[in-house]
C-alpha cells in the first residue's frame, strides 16, 4: 500500500495494514519457528508505538500479547 493512500484505507477498513500486516507476519514467522519473528514482533510493537490509530494499535498489543 502506497502511503498516500493510508487515510482512505483507515477510513474504509478501520485499520492500518502496515501494522496489522506486520503483527501478523510476525505471527506467522512464530507458528513456523522462524528466527526473525521476535525482530518482526519488535518491529510491529515499534510501529504501534509510533500510531496514531488506537484499534491497529490494539490489535497489534493483542498479538505481540499472545507471542508473549
Given amino acids: 500500500m502506497r502511503p498516500e493512500h493510508r487515510p482512505t ?3 474504509r477498513y478501520g ?6 500486516f506486520t503483527i501478523r ?3 506467522t514467522r512464530w507458528l ?3 528466527d526473525d519473528a521476535e525482530r ?6 515499534a510501529l504501534a508505538d ?3 490509530h488506537p484499534y ?3 490489535l497489534v498489543n493483542l498479538f505481540a ?3 508473549a
Avoid at 485499520?15 to 496489522?20: A, G, K, M
Avoid at 518482526?40 to 510493537?45: E, I, K, Q, S
Wanted: charged share 20%.
Fill in 9 to 11: 484505507h483507515l477510513l
Fill in 15 to 20: 485499520h492500518d495494514p502496515e501494522l496489522v
Fill in 25 to 27: 507476519l510476525a505471527h
Fill in 32 to 34: 513456523l519457528g522462524d
Fill in 40 to 45: 518482526t514482533l519488535a518491529r510491529a510493537v
Fill in 50 to 52: 509510533a500510531s496514531d
Fill in 56 to 58: 491497529s494499535r490494539g
Fill in 65 to 67: 500479547a499472545t507471542l
